[in-house]
């Protein structure tokens, strides 16, 4: 995140003609639980989870994909941006509805859309509707002894269509795979209303893998409204594991050595001493709280396969100068292992009034190198952050602690995320591991890719979606610098 | 950061042939080992080879990524990367001198495809020349990246329609503590559903091959509760391959069967191999297409059409045209 100025936001500024048009036309054809824009609902959709905010012109909540259609084609008639949205748990501000040159867009939301269109359990798919939340289709499977693999922490409350627009990832991945992983095809709505089905279901394909360019597009591409998915069946056999270390250091390097063994683990979950303490004290998932790091992790598959996975882990977290090791001896105490991880956003909410949730990846092998790098950067900022860490996929999630009324915190909080991006950047990592580039990133990306591999990137996004409507500022570096956006938010924080 | 250095002084004749092809209006053709370009109808077009363009730039086996250039043979690689105990699941089971970027380009389904996943879901960061003479890096070298588009997906399966894939980085993973291939008279359908995850199933007229991949342990209970018997690796009919959706692959498989054709199924990835008479083929081919499918002939001097029926796809063809605005660039199945 850049500390760049922004301006204020055009609050209940006047609508143009073609506004007003598109908002008559709109009214119409939705009615008035699909169209909202008084100041109360505006203000509800300022914001997804990140620290970006801005005032967008209206909500459109279609609840069929006819719906839809009426909506984007008044959009592309009209020439009013748009905003694709869906639960709003991004964290790169992809669903915040900043626009170009001061117009507003309209924020379309898919959450009505939001039904398990087929369940094909011989042939182990799903066929969802994009406002479908995660969690609800890994119930809906569970039962025919089907699982969905992508489990982003987030993924109580996450849409399966977000997911597919941010590539998300979870606590799997390492063995898994992200999300693009589990897509099969995506049907994307273009603004003439139209339907394209990215298929991937065939093992080669005639034409380009459109599918893949499509996961990730951060609602740039156009609108998922639907997506075949790919299930699992569930694992026999689960091992989970937890080490404590007196070291962030001794933690770091179990991880390599589990990287580097004969069996990869399926999730490898590390977590700081400030972390662990802040959990206990709101989950109490039984982490050792004298400890430097913890780490949680997980193998799957057949028993032989999963007990030798989690011997193997014991020895070489022992062999790294584990001071505890526990192994879960059943379904409960599992369950109670990962509620700590998966506790971590809830007891930060209710320890800080703020936070700031980082999301970087440097090579598993410097995954120590960055740790420390990152408690630095804490302890020169004056900033308490606390580290989870994907630990087997390298992919740091700092979360940098803060009271937004203590005066000038905010720079610092800005300078050791940007401190935080390009030490990761250093260390051969990248910007953004799952949570997107958004507009958050977004001026990252030249440091990242040269002038003309953003050239190849524009093309191809103006390949997908020529209409330039679809979230115009978001993804790759304009030269309009930042929109009408601003970092804090105004009023209420929720 | 490694993917903003300068394009390396190697792939300058790339970027001068390209050049040159969209001054003159030439067409170009790829050709990375030839085992699957050299089976497919002759074209005119002036061949680019990757032959120069071989070896291993990064190997870190702690990190489980390996970047190569597109002209090295999988072979090199997979003996490389064996000595580490790793391996990046994508190889065909047997060599054909093909290469990396081939491999990546065609991103043709092995049977090991069921558990290992797709080839596009191993490639981590690729370097291409594109049509238009641009040397342009995507992706990163670590396991996780969603920053910008994600064109290693594209690359992947393209077929060298967008560019010369000059270096690729790929995932890794340890080699499988046990491997070994079973056969069985159980259909495949019920070996699907009755063992966890196999590593591949291949049915073919005489019998279910099974591999498994695991714990031996493991492999030997799944071996006892499916009644299955060690066995060989099976070979498979090369003429011709059908693609279909996994849910249609028994329709198609009892299609070669009436045909008369000798052929091989990859079970839950929708690939069908066959072997016959050339016309049997064809019509097998133009059956597979009603059927959602479509059929790649790898026989040159069989028939007389494109390898492949030509789809007409908008959006494509503009994603297409972003990275080869010229049209030097040849998809070979298209030739004719
Ligand atoms: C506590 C917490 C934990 C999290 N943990 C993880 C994690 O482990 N892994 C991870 O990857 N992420 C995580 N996230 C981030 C977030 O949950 C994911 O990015 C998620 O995929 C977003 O889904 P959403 O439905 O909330 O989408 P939104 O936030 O509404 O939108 C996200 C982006 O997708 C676009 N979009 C949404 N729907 C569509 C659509 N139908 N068509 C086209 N574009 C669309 C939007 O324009 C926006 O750019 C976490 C977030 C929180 C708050
Ligand atoms: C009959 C037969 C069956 C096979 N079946 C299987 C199978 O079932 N599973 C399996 O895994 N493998 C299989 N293979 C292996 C296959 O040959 C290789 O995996 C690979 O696809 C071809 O690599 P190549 O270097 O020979 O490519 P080539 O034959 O030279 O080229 C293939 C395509 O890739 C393009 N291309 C080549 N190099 C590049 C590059 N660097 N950049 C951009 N485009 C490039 C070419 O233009 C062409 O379109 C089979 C091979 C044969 C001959």
């Known amino acids: ?494 | 950061m490694s993917t903003s250095t300068a394009p390396p002084a190697e792939l300058a004749p790339v970027v001068d042939a390209f050049a040159a092809a969209a001054a003159g209006q030439r067409r170009l053709v790829i050709r990375g080992g030839g085992s699957v370009l050299d089976r497919l109808p002759p074209t005119d077009a002036e061949v680019v080879s990757t032959a120069e363009l071989t070896g291993v730039i990064d190997h870190r086996p702690e990190d489980l990524v390996v970047t190569v250039r597109g002209g090295t043979p999988l072979q090199e690689l997979a003996a490389l990367l064996a000595t580490h105990g790793q391996e990046c699941p994508i190889e065909p089971l047997a060599g054909h001198g093909s290469t990396v970027g081939g491999r990546v380009a065609a991103a043709l389904a092995g049977p090991r495809q069921l558990q290992a996943g797709r080839v596009r879901d191993w490639v981590l960061r690729v370097r291409m020349v594109t049509g238009d003479a641009r040397v342009v890096t995507a992706g990163g070298v670590t396991v996780k990246d969603v920053t910008g588009y994600d064109l290693c997906r594209l690359a992947a399966g393209s077929w060298g329609s967008l560019g010369l894939l000059a270096e690729i980085t790929l995932k890794l993973r340890p080699i499988p503590t046990q491997s070994a291939w079973f056969t069985t008279h159980l259909p495949a359908g019920r070996i699907l559903s009755t063992l966890y995850r196999p590593a591949a199933v291949v049915s073919t007229p005489t019998g279910t091959f099974v591999h498994l991949e695991e714990h031996p342990d493991d492999v030997a209970a799944q071996a006892t509760v499916a009644g299955l018997e060690p066995a060989a690796a099976p070979r498979w009919p090369t003429a011709a391959r059908a693609a279909v959706d996994p849910a249609r692959l028994r329709e198609v498989t009892a299609l070669a069967a009436s045909a008369g054709l000798d052929h091989t199924a990859f079970e839950g990835v929708g690939v069908c191999l066959v072997d016959g008479d050339a016309d049997a083929i064809a019509t097998f081919g133009d059956r597979v297409v009603r059927l959602g499918g479509h059929l790649l002939h790898l026989d040159a001097g069989a028939h007389g059409g494109p390898a492949r029926a030509t789809t007409t796809d908008a959006m494509g063809e503009r994603v297409r045209a972003a990275l080869d605005p010229h049209r030097i660039l040849l998809d070979p199945r298209e030739s004719r």
């Open chain 1, 1 to 494: 995140m850049e500390p760049a100025p922004m301006t204020a936001p055009r609050r209940d500024a006047p609508h143009t003609p073609a506004e007003s048009a598109l908002l008559a036309h709109l009214g119409r054809a939705l009615g008035s639980e699909g169209l909202r824009a008084s100041a109360l609902s505006r203000a509800t959709y300022r914001r997804d989870a990140s620290f970006l905010n801005a005032d967008p012109l209206a909500i459109a909540l279609p609840a069929t994909r006819d719906e839809l259609a009426v909506v984007l084609r008044a959009c592309r008639d009209h020439q009013v941006p748009f905003t694709p949205r869906a639960a709003g748990t991004g964290l790169a501000g992809g669903a915040t509805p900043t626009g170009v040159g001061g117009v507003r867009p309209l924020v379309v939301s898919v959450a009505r859309m939001d039904r398990l269109l087929e369940l094909d359990v011989v042939n182990r798919r799903a066929h969802v509707e994009p406002g479908m939340v995660n969690a609800r289709l890994g119930r809906a499977v569970a039962a025919k002894g089907l699982r969905f693999a992508p489990d982003p922490a987030s993924q109580i409350a996450a849409t399966l269509g977000g997911n597919v627009a941010t590539n998300a990832g979870g606590i799997h991945v390492l063995t898994y795979g992200v999300m693009s992983q589990h897509v099969l095809a995506v049907e994307l709505m273009d603004t003439d209303g139209e339907i394209h089905l990215l298929d991937g279901r065939l093992p080669e394909q005639t034409g380009l893998d459109l599918r893949g360019l499509s996961v990730g597009g951060e609602g740039t591409l156009g609108i998922v409204v639907g997506a075949w998915l790919r299930l699992l069946p569930a694992p026999p056999a689960i091992g989970t594991l937890l080490a404590g270390f007196d070291t962030l250091e001794a933690a770091a390097a179990t991880v390599g050595a589990l990287v580097t063994s004969d069996r990869l683990p399926d999730a490898v979950e590390l977590m700081d001493a400030r972390a662990i303490a802040l959990v206990e004290d709101y989950a109490q998932a039984g982490y050792p709280t004298d400890a430097a790091a913890v780490l949680l992790l997980e193998y799957e598959g057949l028993a032989a396969g999963v007990s030798a996975g989690v011997d193997t882990a014991a020895r070489l977290a022992g062999e790294h100068g584990a001071t505890e090791v526990v192994r879960a001896a059943d379904a409960d105490q599992r369950a109670r292992i990962w509620k700590g991880r998966k506790a971590v956003a809830g007891a930060i909410a209710q320890q800080a009034p703020d936070f700031f949730l980082q999301d970087v990846v440097v090579p598993r092998s410097r995954l120590g190198e960055m740790l420390d790098a990152v408690v630095a950067i804490g302890e020169r900022e004056g900033l308490i952050i606390l580290n989870v860490v994907h630990a087997g996929d390298g992919n740091l999630h700092p979360f940098v602690l803060f009271d937004r009324r203590e005066e000038g915190v905010l720079d610092r909080v800005f300078a050791a995320g940007h401190d935080i991006v390009t030490t990761a950047l250093a260390l051969d990592g990248t910007v953004t591991g799952e949570h997107g580039v958004g507009i958050e990133k977004r001026d990252f990306l030249s440091q990242v890719y040269t002038a003309d591999d953003l050239a190849v990137q524009q093309a191809v996004r103006r390949a997908m979606e020529p209409s330039g409507l679809a979230n115009p500022d978001k993804v790759l570096p304009t030269t309009v610098g930042c929109q009408e956006a601003r970092m804090v938010p105004e009023g209420a924080w929720v």
